[in-house]
T-cell receptor, first 111, second 113 residues
């Protein structure tokens, strides 16, 4: 498959465990953030978003936490499954309508 | 509802040539953004079109250009290809410009020899 990053930080977890993927963003004025999942050979897939007026948002098995004080985002995946193995990107809304993507974290789920 | 489609999926060109990539957004979406993805630089914003107008542009040379048609379909063009242009080019669409979730296509893998 296509490599989206040769030297990405990697998080390895056991199937069934919870995963936490972290991301630092750059602009304290950013008001919208998205987490994407990218599997090999595919485009990024939307997981969950959060606006800056919130600290936490929950989806199905996923939770995003936003700490504006330290410009930090995290994605929590509950009961991680083998199908969750992918590269995860955080994206912050930049100027106009552009998004600035983080370098990504590779999540490996061990059966 | 069909997702974002991109054509072609794979392309091989030689230095100096030009290339045109196509993107069809999700039906009803009027904003189309383009990104370049490489292992070294990650995902980088190229430009965004809304209602046939370029709204934003990233930090790429003028060899990279694009346009959007009245049906919201978009094309991007790269002229005078360089080896460093080898990348996955991703298109994303959203309903409108502004604070909106973007949905990505599968990308076009461009290899420049």
């Amino acid at each position: 498959g296509e490599s989206v990053g040769l030297h990405l930080p990697t998080l390895s977890v056991q199937e069934g465990d919870n995963s936490i993927i972290n991301c630092a963003y750059s602009n304290s004025a950013s008001d919208y953030f998205i987490w994407y999942k990218q599997e090999s050979g595919k485009g990024p897939q939307f997981i969950i978003d959060i606006r800056s007026n919130m600290d936490k948002r929950q989806g199905q098995r996923v939770t995003v936490l936003l700490n504006k004080t330290v410009k930090h985002l995290s994605l929590q995946i509950a009961a991680t499954q083998p199908g969750d193995s992918a590269v995860y990107f955080c994206a912050e809304k930049g100027q106009g309508f552009s998004f600035i993507f983080g370098k990504g974290t590779r999540l490996l789920v061990k059966p | 509802k069909a997702g974002v489609t991109q054509t072609p999926r794979y392309l091989i060109k030689t230095r100096g040539q030009q290339v045109t990539l196509s993107c069809s957004p999700i039906s009803g979406h009027r904003s189309v953004s383009w990104y370049q993805q490489t292992p070294g630089q990650g995902l980088q914003f190229l430009f965004e079109y809304f209602s046939e107008t370029q709204r934003n542009k990233g930090n790429f040379p003028g060899r990279f250009s694009g346009r959007q048609f009245s049906n919201s379909r978009s094309e991007m063009n790269v002229s005078t290809l360089e080896l460093g242009d080898s990348a996955l080019y991703l298109c994303a669409s959203s309903f409108r410009t502004g604070v909106e979730t973007q949905y990505f296509g599968p990308g076009t893998r461009l290899l420049v020899l």
